[in-house]
């Protein structure tokens, strides 16, 4: 019976320092992970640190002289802005850039540094006059530290100014088949409306689904048209009324939403369109009026005549 419950209580005995033995084990695993990943308890996952100089654009208060420009808007054709760069940064500074990008088309570079001290902080006032090309120019800030980190900012400014006369067009019945039956209002050009190369350039596809003029404008690339009212007016204005690209912004703006639309019919002479293009992300407005629409024998040489400015 002795030996009996020796037997029993060595099982025991074994057995409870196999458990403290374990216990002891997974304390110790534990801390060191806990040691381990320690820095990452601190980071959170949804916001990580953006490394890389810091970029402000200057604004009309604290240091520097003049006006600056410093966040979106627009100017007149042929003004000038003045821009203000700033940089600080933790790590010593490697290179600056200023730059203005027209359009999507290419950076010109208003100013370069490259530092070869040790700097952590940088001031570059730049002005710009526009040219006469209206549209959308982005001026970008690039930054760079020495341990190759990078940032960007940047601002879009839209220069507009007195409509420029784009001339006379004209484009045939979708059922032509020796002429093209959509216009690229930016081009200023007739486009054929087959085939998918092309398809961001029409802004106007003619609608005809038979041998008959359907005097119907359609689009294939999201361009709105706004047509005139019973007197042949866009918000009381005739063509020749319509002097600055504001003029056209305002009347598009005052219509109701319901007129605006991606299709107009019964487009017909002395009738005055707006039409509403879209391109990489800017709003281009263009006023037309109807010089002749024929419609005659057959589809092959029916078609539309207008002048437009922009």
Not at 51 to 72: C, E, K, M, R
Not at 86 to 110: C, E, H, P, Q
Not at 168 to 187: P, Q, R, W
Not at 198 to 208: F, Q
């Amino acid at each position: 019976m002795l030996n009996l419950l020796n037997l029993h209580l060595q099982y025991i005995y074994i057995n409870m320092k196999k458990l403290i033995y374990s216990a002891l084990s997974f304390a110790i695993l534990a801390s060191t992970l806990f040691v381990g990943c320690g820095k990452d308890e601190t980071v959170d996952p949804t916001n990580p640190v953006v490394l890389g100089p810091n970029i402000t654009f200057q604004t009309n208060s604290g240091s520097g002289s003049g006006v600056y420009t410093f966040a979106d808007g627009s100017v007149l054709t042929g003004e000038s802005i003045k821009i203000g760069m700033r940089l600080t940064s933790d790590v010593n500074l490697k290179t600056s850039k200023i730059a203005v990008n027209f359009n999507g088309v290419g950076d010109v570079v208003l100013h370069d540094s490259t530092y070869t001290s040790n700097t952590k902080t940088s001031s570059k006032d730049v002005t710009y006059k526009f040219p006469t090309q209206k549209g959308a120019y982005v001026f970008t800030i690039y930054a760079t530290d020495k341990d190759n980190n990078s940032k960007t900012a940047k601002i879009t400014i839209i220069a507009k100014g007195p409509l420029t006369d784009r001339g006379i067009g004209t484009f045939y019945s979708l059922k032509s088949v020796d002429n093209f039956s959509a216009f690229d209002l930016m081009l200023g050009e007739a486009v054929t409306a087959s085939g998918t190369a092309n398809l961001l350039s029409r802004d106007i596809v003619d609608g005809s689904t038979g041998a008959t003029l359907s005097k119907t404008w359609n689009t294939q690339n999201g361009t709105m048209f706004l047509k005139s009212d019973a007197t042949g007016k866009i918000g009381g204005k005739i063509y020749g009324q319509f002097a600055s690209e504001q003029d056209i912004i305002d009347a598009w703006n005052a219509a109701a939403a319901a007129s605006k639309t991606s299709s107009v019919s019964n487009v017909d002479v002395g009738d005055l369109i707006i039409a509403k293009v879209v391109r990489s992300g800017q709003s281009y407005y263009f006023v037309i009026g109807i010089n002749d629409v024929q419609d005659g024998t057959g589809s092959e040489n029916d078609y539309y005549e207008f002048q437009y400015k922009q």
